[in-house]
């Protein structure tokens, strides 16, 4: 367990890079994603489509995966993102992994759920004190520990 105390007095602390730090491994995944699906946009839409997802939405995937890796990484509106993306992780992998006779897909499906319960701890303790959203204001930052 990270040290708790009042990080008001004592500045940046071990938790607030450690927040930082988590909060850029998991926007890792959705930003490098969102940026390939750009470099191959043919190729992304023919998975997609393969996977079972309407031709129309590939262009909102792409959009979506960059925005919302590039706002968790910030740490802008960490709240909602992280709750899209946790939304966002268990669909896209009930819908690629649905084949759970395979081990390959059920590797896959349960590493989607575990990336979630990381999206919605971000949902739930906000993204820290390193971030917009901790410069922003009080208003967005977890409640102190007790």
Same mark, same amino acid.
């Given at each position: 367990? $990270?040290? !708790?105390?009042?990080?008001? !007095?004592?500045?940046?602390?071990?938790?607030?890079?450690?927040?930082?730090?988590?909060? $850029?491994?998991?926007?890792?995944?959705?930003?490098?994603?969102?940026?390939?699906?750009?470099?191959? *946009?043919?190729?992304?839409?023919?998975?997609? !489509?393969?996977?079972?997802?309407?031709?129309?939405?590939?262009?909102?995937?792409?959009?979506?995966?960059?925005?919302?890796? $590039?706002?968790?990484?910030?740490?802008?509106?960490?709240?909602?993102?992280?709750?899209?993306?946790?939304?966002?992780? *268990?669909?896209?992998?009930?819908?690629?992994?649905?084949?759970?006779?395979?081990?390959?897909?059920?590797?896959?499906?349960?590493?989607? *759920?575990?990336?979630?319960?990381?999206?919605?701890?971000?949902?739930?303790?906000?993204?820290?004190? $390193?971030?917009?959203?901790?410069?922003?204001?009080?208003?967005?930052?977890?409640?102190?520990?007790?």
């Amino acid at each position: 367990m $990270l040290p !708790q105390g009042d990080q008001e !007095q004592r500045g940046t602390g071990l938790a607030d890079v450690a927040t930082l730090m988590a909060r $850029l491994m998991m926007a890792s995944l959705f930003l490098m994603a969102g940026l390939e699906s750009f470099l191959d *946009i043919p190729a992304f839409s023919t998975r997609l !489509q393969a996977e079972g997802l309407a031709p129309y939405l590939v262009g909102l995937v792409m959009y979506f995966l960059t925005g919302t890796g $590039l706002a968790l990484a910030l740490g802008w509106q960490t709240r909602w993102v992280g709750l899209a993306m946790a939304v966002f992780s *268990i669909a896209s992998a009930l819908m690629a992994y649905a084949d759970l006779a395979s081990h390959a897909d059920l590797v896959n499906l349960l590493k989607n *759920i575990a990336l979630s319960g990381g999206y919605l701890h971000f949902a739930v303790q906000g993204a820290g004190r $390193l971030s917009v959203d901790g410069w922003a204001g009080p208003g967005n930052r977890p409640a102190p520990a007790k």
